[in-house]
């Protein structure tokens, strides 16, 4: 099949969990002999993040088209989805699969042209706090497109499952996100840049966000008596003013640390050391990086909202979103026993690998590109 991926920022890339998927995606299909264009974003949108795929014209046997767009908030996802969208209708696809609910809402267009369209929608963005009025406003009409003129749509949760039956009345394909199995380092390179050693550091790794929760873990963290630093890793994406608060926060108590962002060894360094991953989201689609802690052999903390208790189930703990108190709660206990995080620990990497893996969401995720395509 000749097939295009919409809705990502660029690969190759670690920007964010719908940049990792859609590379793994991408990379596996034409190992399968299929025809993969993948439509990167022009710009630089990801503070510390590389952006290499905009001088690619092919990666890995992907085809790589690169977009302009804009620079503006706002705007990025708007005028991105409508070019790739007017291109991708003269490149005679077989399949055109959107990802994200911005780039969803150009969808009905080659739905009209009697294309063959599939959308996976990775959360539900309009509920995510960086976005404004405008944005928030397209992100529900992209979910509106979604639900109504995608042959097929895919989620990547229960949780999200539901919300669409329940506000759309539309059935979804359950396809969970893969992990890889991962490279299990020593503590050679951070020990020499950022002087962290095995054990003696608690993780954190998502971009910098509002709804990513690092705000109560920091606030959690800072009433803890420990030894152990705070490590926080990643880049920002659209909030500036919650990065600034952030910093500020961080400033204030020399145990934290921020790195930014990280990719390559150091990245499996840092997730082969921690002594505890947490992740205290108010809103997730499937966290690739909490898949990836798991996949190491971390101990992870996250909270109860489905889209990651889900995930850890009984292989990690759960505290209640949003709640600070409980959260630190559930920190000092991890910290004063040693034995359960060893526990968890040696049961999280056979249970994450076994239960999600790319040939899996590759084979399912095929399954639905043929079943609007007559003859391939």
Request: glycine share 8%.
């Amino acid at each position: 099949m000749k097939i295009a991926m919409i809705g990502h920022k660029r690969i190759p890339s670690r920007e964010g969990g719908i940049e990792i998927v859609v590379e793994e995606l991408a990379t596996k299909m034409v190992t399968e002999g299929h025809d993969v264009y993948v439509y990167n974003r022009a710009g630089h949108h990801v503070s510390g993040a590389e952006n290499d795929g905009a001088k690619l014209k092919e990666y890995n046997g992907i085809h790589i088209i690169t977009v302009p767009t804009s620079e503006r908030k706002s705007l990025n996802a708007v005028v991105y989805s409508v070019l790739a969208t007017i291109h991708a209708l003269f490149c005679h696809y077989d399949v055109i699969h959107y990802h994200a609910s911005g780039p969803c809402a150009m969808l009905w267009l080659p739905h009209l042209f009697g294309i063959h369209t599939v959308a996976t929608i990775h959360g539900i963005d309009s509920q995510r706090a960086k976005w404004g009025g405008f944005a928030t406003r397209y992100l529900e009409f992209g979910e509106k497109c979604a639900a109504k003129y995608a042959d097929e749509l895919i989620v990547l949760s229960e949780g999200n499952k539901k919300y669409f039956k329940e506000r759309y009345g539309r059935e979804a394909t359950l396809i969970p996100n893969g992990v890889s199995e991962p490279d299990v380092l020593g503590a050679n390179i951070i020990t020499e840049q950022f002087g962290l050693k095995k054990d003696d550091y608690i993780l954190f790794l998502a971009r910098i966000v509002p709804e990513k929760g690092l705000h109560y873990l920091i606030k959690a963290y800072k009433q803890i008596r420990t030894d152990k630093k705070l490590v926080i890793v990643g880049g920002t994406s659209h909030s500036n003013d919650y990065v600034a608060k952030i910093k500020k926060a961080a400033r204030e108590d020399d145990r934290i640390m921020l790195l930014g962002f990280q990719q390559g060894e150091i990245l499996d360094e840092l997730y082969s050391n921690a002594y505890l991953y947490v992740l205290p989201s108010d809103v997730e689609g499937m966290p690739i990086s909490l898949l990836e802690a798991m996949s190491y052999g971390n101990c992870c903390l996250v909270s109860d909202i489905n889209e990651t208790a889900g995930v850890v189930q009984d292989k990690g703990i759960t505290f209640k979103k949003g709640d600070v108190e409980d959260l630190k709660n559930k920190l000092i206990e991890l910290l004063d026993d040693e034995t359960i995080v060893r526990t968890y620990k040696e049961e999280a990497s056979s249970f994450i690998l076994n239960k999600y893996n790319w040939d899996d969401v590759v084979k399912r995720t095929i399954q639905l590109y043929k079943c609007g395509v007559k003859a391939i």
